[in-house]
T-cell receptor
Framework: AQKVTQAQTEISVVEKEDVTLDCVYETRDTTYYLFWYKQPPSGELVFLIRRNSFDEQNEISGRYSWNFQKSTSSFNFTITASQVVDSAVYFC????????????FGAGTILRVKS | GAGVSQTPSNKVTEKGKYVELRCDPISGHTALYWYRQSLGQGPEFLIY????????DSGLPNDRFFAVRPEGSVSTLKIQRTERGDSAVYLCASSVTGPSAGTEAFFGQGTRLTVV
């Protein structure tokens, strides 16, 4: 079965600290896609990144970076020098390619960045 | 429009009533998805449209839930005989092609449904 686990329910950091959000996934597929979404208080899910299972190269985009490790089935997300505007709920998701390509989401991690 | 639009943003209804939630996807997007997000949880898939047809409705919890997309654009999620357990945020998303595995979906701001 497809499953995504985000073990951290809530994280609080002080501005400028680095923070890593963990994501562990389960899938029987050899080809799969992983996503991260940000959900600010407004409620809209904002797409951050998509990664396919063939590309294990880590990615950096500004203060954001992602560490994809197939050996541990993890796709962790790091925010460097966090800012108050980063406060949101962050979701990791797995695309279920066997069932209509719908997204299977983790429960989310609430990130609170204090000034 | 510029993004996925959902109306109303909030809906309060009495138990047993019928409600309709509307989704206006990004222009030209052929795929449309409905998800439900309960408090403290991640979104859960309900139904997926490719064009006018429901390609996958396996996530609909029971026959009180129904969705349509008659012209392949706007979609309406319909809930009959609402129950308090239906209270949640209903999210709509659209994507530019069919179920291409790599295509990301763009989400609306959701409709917060409260059944009292």
């Amino acid at each position: 079965a497809q499953k995504v686990t985000q073990a951290q329910t809530e994280i609080s950091v002080v501005e400028k600290e680095d923070v890593t959000l963990d994501c562990v996934y389960e899938t029987r597929d050899t080809t799969y896609y992983l996503f991260w979404y940000k959900q600010p208080p407004s409620g809209e899910l904002v797409f951050l990144i998509r990664r396919n299972s063939f590309d294990e190269q880590n990615e950096i985009s500004g203060r954001y970076s992602w560490n994809f490790q197939k050996s541990t089935s993890s796709f962790n997300f790091t925010i460097t020098a966090s800012q108050v505007v980063d406060s949101a709920v962050y979701f990791c998701a797995l695309r279920d390619v066997r069932n209509g390509n719908k997204l299977v989401f983790g429960a989310g991690t609430i990130l609170r960045v204090k000034s | 429009g510029a993004g996925v639009s959902q109306t109303p943003s909030n809906k309060v209804t009495e138990k047993g009533k019928y409600v309709e939630l509307r989704c206006d996807p990004i222009s030209g997007h052929t795929a449309l998805y409905w998800y439900r997000q309960s408090l403290g949880q991640g979104p859960e898939f309900l139904i997926y449209f490719q064009g006018t047809g429901a390609a996958d409705d396996s996530g609909l919890p029971n026959d009180r839930f129904f969705a349509v997309r008659p012209e392949g654009s706007v979609s309406t999620l319909k809930i009959q005989r609402t129950e308090r357990g239906d209270s949640a945020v209903y999210l709509c998303a659209s994507s530019v092609t069919g179920p291409s595995a790599g295509t990301e979906a763009f989400f609306g701001q959701g409709t917060r449904l409260t059944v009292v």
